[in-house]
């Protein structure tokens, strides 16, 4: 978040892909964490591009509350919640990768 505040689209880039990648390996669930990896590294230079895309088009802010609010959901251990926040930030994510 302090890379959002700041504007620093890479560093926010770093911290987010760090943010995701932190929520699979917290699964522990070996198969989850293999298919984002290797999903990661195809998709890597599509979410550079919808990173850059979201700090220039104001859907950055959009996004980080949405990461804000999954880690709530988490920490106070809301799955029904966090499972709905999830699936609305993945189907946000699909609309950005269409709108390229």
Do not use: P
Not at 48 to 64: H, I, L, M, P
């Amino acid at each position: 978040m302090a890379a959002f505040h700041a504007g620093e689209s890479l560093r926010y880039f770093h911290a987010n892909q760090a943010f995701h990648q932190a929520l699979v390996h917290a699964s522990h669930n070996a198969t989850l964490i293999e298919l984002h990896n290797n999903l990661n590294a195809r998709l890597y230079r599509t979410r550079f591009k919808e990173n850059q895309w979201n700090a220039r088009s104001g859907d950055w802010q959009r996004v980080a509350e949405e990461h804000s609010k999954i880690l709530r959901a988490i920490e106070t251990r809301n799955g029904d919640l966090c499972a709905e926040l999830l699936a609305r930030h993945l189907n946000g994510a699909r609309a950005s990768l269409h709108a390229y």
